[in-house]
């Protein structure tokens, strides 16, 4: 079982930053790949970026040279620096773990950017 929890949604300008956290209850290195996903009202869900257990990262174009995930094994931490930020951002921001054939979610944590 893996727990996740994130941390650092709020209200954010138009243009301006966050910093998403995804604390895992287990050594990162065991999940073989850990990923951002969003949920706007009325869309469905979106993959924003993937980071896999050798480092590798992918985003989609939409949010392609804004958005930069990371890790800190020490930690047991995924981040997601958000940069520029449109209104059209603005979603439920979601932390996902896949482990074998297994999928572990986080709770969520509300991103709101303001035009």
């Known amino acids: 079982q893996v727990q996740l929890v994130e941390s650092g949604g709020g209200l954010v300008q138009s243009g301006g930053s966050l910093r998403l956290s995804c604390a895992a209850s287990?050594?990162?290195?065991?999940?073989?790949?850990m990923a951002w996903y969003r949920r706007a009202p009325g869309k469905q869900r979106e993959l924003v970026a993937t980071?896999?257990?050798?480092?590798?990262?992918s985003y989609p174009d939409s949010v392609k040279g804004r958005f930069t995930i990371s890790r800190d094994n020490a930690k047991n931490t995924v981040y997601l620096q958000m940069n520029s930020l449109r209104p059209e951002d603005t979603a439920v921001y979601y932390c996902?773990?896949?482990?074998?054939?297994?999928?572990?979610w986080g709770q969520g944590t509300q991103v709101t950017v303001s035009s």
């Open positions: 996902n773990a896949k482990r074998s054939w297994l999928n572990y």
């Open positions: 980071i896999t257990n050798g480092g590798r990262t």
């Open positions: 287990i050594n990162i290195f065991s999940i073989d790949a």
